[in-house]
């Protein structure tokens, strides 16, 4: 009989182990991909419910737009007739008083008291008289604050109160029809603003308000027309890079007070905002021309042009600190400030680049300094060593300014009446300058040394100069000598002195009986 093959053990344990090592491993990557599936459905799951959450959100605050919308709209058709009468009413009350002021002979006088001017500001609405109003106004520029708040009670008595404002405001917009230019172009802005924004309440709807403006169909295509007239003399005033910025802020103005913007000029209105960002108005102005949408992008268009001052300002407008942290924004402003500063300070072509990159840095000092405070931000960015380096500064400014002092051994005019060499006496080559009064001129030897000859100090009876020597050798010199005009006159530097010869007082404190020596001029 044939024995049978009995399998090894070992062979057998082998292949059952490997085998096990195969499931095992089998399981391990099942589990792994079952937790990974499974984390990707609970991210599913999660990100849903999310979008659930805030969809519901913006149902829920459009459900309550509409209702509040509705409900205005019910009130306003139901006031309408309430309104209308009411606008009649005020009609003839003003029509009467416009006819009382018309039948007066002669203008009233009014005197120069805040009550004078709110009486003469209303005597030209009155009579609608827009030209003598635009002349009164822009004389009082200096009393901005008074008329900020009587302009809109002077308004209310216009029978048309926009159309008034627009043929007050034509001298200046959409095109300056002023004769005489003066360098300063857009220094009637102001006046144009002003009225613009003290015609919104006067004519802001009693149930809507603001948003919508009471005005007459032919009045507001009027207001479209100017607007068009003004973006199209854009080219003329240089493009949107090169308009200048009241210019800008009487557009925008007009559009708000007029409700005549439009959203295919979005792009427009944008541009023209960022491009005059300093002003303190522009971020209201943007939100009423209905760029709240695009607000976020603005603020870090400016933030990427160096303005970060000027986005803080729009970020607090809109209430979007959490996204644009305020004080990170001033921070690197400030940064950007020094490095301009100190890249002024390294052209060497700039002659006065100390002058102009100190008042650069003191400017950005100025402009965060203000912020903080107007958004008390105190806490998070103290303003202390702000104020300390803005007054150092200051100060050094403030040295630069004052004279420098004359040393007392500089060339001066004598308080004994010597005169003093001639102007050009310095840029002569072998000229001599001197510090004491006018002196006899001598021909020296550059082979000789000075000799300093005994003199009584300050004496004024003794009539001889002091004994110096020139060409000669001391033994030769008989006697002391000066050339006078009978003489023959040697060689001159820089000019004849007049006067004559005078002893020399002691001078610098020097009491020792020694006449000051000469610099030796050498003649070549």
Request: charged content about 30%; some cysteine; proline content about 7%.
């Amino acid at each position: 009989m044939g024995s049978l093959a009995i399998p090894d053990r070992g062979e057998m344990f082998q292949t059952s182990f490997e085998d096990f090592q195969r499931q095992t491993s089998l399981m391990t990557s099942c589990t792994l991909l079952w937790k990974e599936l499974s984390d990707h459905f609970s991210s599913l799951e999660q990100d849903l419910q999310k979008k659930s959450e805030a969809l519901k959100k913006k149902i829920q605050t459009l459900d309550h737009k509409t209702k509040e919308t509705v409900d205005v709209l019910v009130k306003r058709e139901v006031s309408i007739d309430g309104n209308v009468e009411q606008a009649l009413v005020k009609v003839e009350e003003r029509k009467e008083a416009a006819l009382k002021a018309f039948q007066k002979s002669g203008e009233e006088e009014f005197d120069d008291s805040e009550e004078g001017m709110l009486l003469k500001l209303r005597y030209f609405c009155t009579k609608m008289d827009s030209e003598g109003f635009w002349k009164f106004l822009t004389a009082k520029k200096k009393e901005l604050d008074k008329l900020r708040a009587q302009i809109p009670l002077a308004l209310s008595d216009c029978i048309d109160p926009a159309k008034f404002v627009m043929e007050a405001i034509s001298e200046a917009f959409p095109v300056s029809m002023r004769v005489e230019k003066c360098e300063r172009s857009n220094d009637l802005a102001w006046a144009c603003v002003l009225l613009l924004e003290s015609l919104i309440p006067v004519v802001a709807d009693p149930i809507l308000g603001s948003s919508r403006p009471l005005l007459t169909p032919r009045v507001k295509e009027r207001a479209k027309e100017i607007a068009e007239t003004w973006k199209e003399s854009l080219e003329q005033r240089g493009g949107i890079e090169n308009v200048k910025t009241p210019d800008v802020h009487i557009f925008l103005q007009h559009l708000v007070t007029f409700a005549v913007f439009c959203k295919e000029d979005a792009d427009l209105y944008r541009k023209l905002v960022i491009g005059s960002a300093w002003r303190k108005q522009m971020p209201k102005l943007a939100i009423s021309l209905g760029l709240g949408d695009n607000m976020a992008e603005m603020i870090e268009e400016l933030i990427s042009k160096g303005q970060q001052v000027d986005a803080v300002h729009f970020t607090y407008e809109v209430g979007l600190t959490d996204k644009f942290p305020p004080v990170p924004l001033l921070k690197a402003y400030l940064k950007d400030s020094r490095k301009a500063a100190n890249s002024i300070l390294g052209d060497r072509n700039n002659s006065g680049r100390a002058a102009v990159a100190g008042r650069k840095e003191q400017s950005a000092l100025r402009a965060v300094i203000k912020c903080i405070e107007e958004y008390k931000l105190e806490a998070e960015y103290p303003p202390e060593g702000l104020r300390k380096r803005l007054d150092q500064l200051e100060k050094a400014k403030t040295e630069k300014k004052k004279p420098a002092a004359i040393p007392a051994n500089k060339r001066t005019r004598a308080s004994n009446g010597g005169p003093m060499p001639p102007a050009k006496a310095g840029r002569l080559t072998n000229a001599y300058v001197s510090s004491f009064p006018a002196a006899p001129t001598f021909i020296r030897s550059p082979s000789h040394a000075q000799y300093p000859a005994v003199v009584s100090p300050y004496s004024y009876d003794r009539p001889s100069p002091p004994i110096l020597y020139g060409s000669r050798s001391p033994s030769a010199v008989r006697e002391p000598y000066a050339y006078s005009p009978e003489e023959t006159a040697p060689p001159t530097i820089g000019g004849p002195y007049p006067g004559a010869p005078m002893n020399y007082p002691a001078y610098g404190g020097y009491g020792n009986g020694l006449a000051p020596g000469y610099q030796q001029a050498y003649y070549r």
